[in-house]
């Protein structure tokens, strides 16, 4: 019986030209790809620390509600924290996420909430006047990017969608 004869003359496979060529393509790709994921990374990071803030305003103010008493979310340079009428804290201190900071380059202030806090009554509102009331907290990111949280006479809480300009879009 015959064996039939291997042929070495033909491979399977890649040579060492054509992954070299395709290893040059994916760093090109590569190269192109990273500035846009680290733009994308800080406004994602961003929004996140906004939502984190929004998120706690919307626990005080189910809070109030919940247990009929009046609490409020007091803001300071070291982050901020939820707070009994009299001051007790109970939910907090928070700090904003790494490379986030309260907002004071465009000049203002940060927190422009009269006293430095916003209050929720049982009812869910904030005063009308006085410390306590409606204001903003301005955010901003290492990249200068920007988010406003807002709270409304009515005790509505919302943020800005995220802007470079030094002036919110509303």
Same mark, same amino acid.
């Given at each position: 019986?015959?064996?039939?004869?291997?042929?070495?003359?033909?491979?399977?496979?890649?040579?060492?030209?054509?992954?070299?060529? %395709?290893?040059?393509?994916?760093?090109?790709?590569?190269?192109?790809? +990273?500035?846009?994921?680290?733009?994308?990374?800080?406004?994602?990071?961003?929004i996140f620390?906004?939502?984190?803030?929004?998120?706690?305003?919307?626990?005080?103010?189910?809070?109030? +509600?919940?247990?009929?008493?009046?609490?409020?979310?007091?803001?300071?340079?070291?982050?901020?924290? %939820?707070?009994?009428?009299?001051?007790?804290?109970?939910?907090?201190?928070?700090?904003l996420p790494?490379?986030?900071?309260?907002?004071?380059?465009?000049?203002?202030?940060?927190?422009?909430? @009269?006293?430095?806090?916003?209050?929720?009554?049982?009812?869910?509102?904030?005063?009308?006047?006085?410390?306590?009331?409606?204001?903003? %907290?301005?955010?901003?990111?290492?990249?200068?990017?920007?988010?406003?949280?807002? +709270?409304?006479?009515?005790?509505?809480?919302?943020?800005? @969608?995220?802007?470079?300009?030094?002036?919110? @879009?509303?």
């Amino acid at each position: 019986m015959m064996r039939p004869i291997l042929d070495r003359t033909r491979c399977d496979g890649f040579s060492l030209v054509e992954l070299m060529i %395709v290893l040059a393509f994916g760093c090109v790709i590569a190269a192109v790809a +990273v500035p846009g994921l680290a733009a994308m990374y800080n406004s994602y990071s961003t929004i996140f620390a906004a939502q984190e803030v929004t998120s706690q305003l919307h626990f005080a103010k189910m809070r109030a +509600v919940s247990s009929n008493e009046p609490l409020r979310v007091s803001f300071a340079e070291d982050g901020y924290r %939820v707070q009994l009428a009299d001051g007790t804290t109970i939910r907090g201190p928070f700090g904003l996420p790494t490379g986030m900071s309260f907002n004071t380059s465009d000049g203002g202030d940060a927190v422009t909430f @009269p006293g430095g806090y916003v209050t929720f009554h049982p009812n869910g509102t904030i005063p009308l006047s006085g410390n306590g009331s409606a204001g903003r %907290v301005r955010l901003i990111s290492r990249n200068n990017l920007r988010i406003d949280i807002i +709270v409304e006479n009515g005790g509505g809480i919302r943020h800005t @969608p995220a802007y470079k300009a030094s002036s919110p @879009p509303y």
